[in-house]
């Protein structure tokens, strides 16, 4: 799989993962939903998005020609 989560989107993946796992941790009996920020926090960490294959979009740019 190659990447296809840009700088921005990674940002971004990594904060609201990180928050959301924030609160799951604060309050482990209350916020159990706050563990799907898991997902973005793993696909900003390895710039990999599934769902973006699915869907056919990257966000990385075009590469340079050399």
């Known amino acids: 799989?190659?990447?296809?989560?840009?700088?921005?989107?990674?940002?971004?993946?990594?904060?609201?993962?990180?928050?959301?796992?924030?609160?799951?941790?604060?309050?482990?009996?209350?916020?159990?939903?706050g563990w799907i920020g898991l997902i973005p926090l793993i696909t900003g960490i390895f710039r990999r998005c599934p769902s973006y294959y699915l869907m056919g979009t990257n966000t990385c740019g075009t590469p340079k020609q050399t």
């Open 1 to 33: 799989m190659k990447e296809n989560v840009g700088t921005a989107d990674m940002v971004i993946r990594i904060v609201v993962g990180i928050i959301l796992l924030g609160f799951a941790v604060a309050d482990p009996a209350g916020n159990w939903w």
